[in-house]
């Protein structure tokens, strides 16, 4: 029995604006502003959902979750990941880990990285040792670093076997 392994990439990135409730990685963090977007926003979850669809050679959020679709208005974006999570199994596959970089100019991220990383392994259905979340600053450059945006990266890996 061989295992065969590949990777995805993901990436979001949203504006902030007031009156949206900042989530991310399924964790709502108090401040006063939130991703615009369609869904809830949720850039670490995006990120996540294009990484395990490229993985396995899906497609990707867009083709999935489409923004025209009033299905996902303000929609949580875990039934994002979750979807995508059956369609790679539906492919024979299975996620074997995810890391993520958050960027983001404030809040600090560090007292909810924890629960971001229990609710991805949740989620993802992994262990939380299988999944990483690293939390970065603009350091005062671009939209980022001006506290305009918020923007995640993601990989995931996934493995098939066959016999």
Known sequence: MSAEFRSGIGYDLHRL?????????GVEIPFDKGPAGH???????HAVTD???????????GEHFPPSDPRWKDADSAQFVRR????IEEAAFRAVNVDVVV???RPKLLPYREAIRKNLAAVLGLALDAVSVKAKTGEGVGPVGRGEA???HAIALVSRTSG
């Open 51 to 61: 990484a395990l669809l490229g993985a396995a050679a899906l497609g990707d959020i």
């Open 84 to 87: 995508s999570r059956e369609l």
């Open 17 to 25: 604006v007031p009156g949206r409730k900042l989530i991310l990685g």
């Open 39 to 45: 869904s809830d926003g949720d850039v670490i979850l």
């Open 150 to 152: 918020v923007e995640a």
């Open 103 to 105: 960027i983001l100019e």
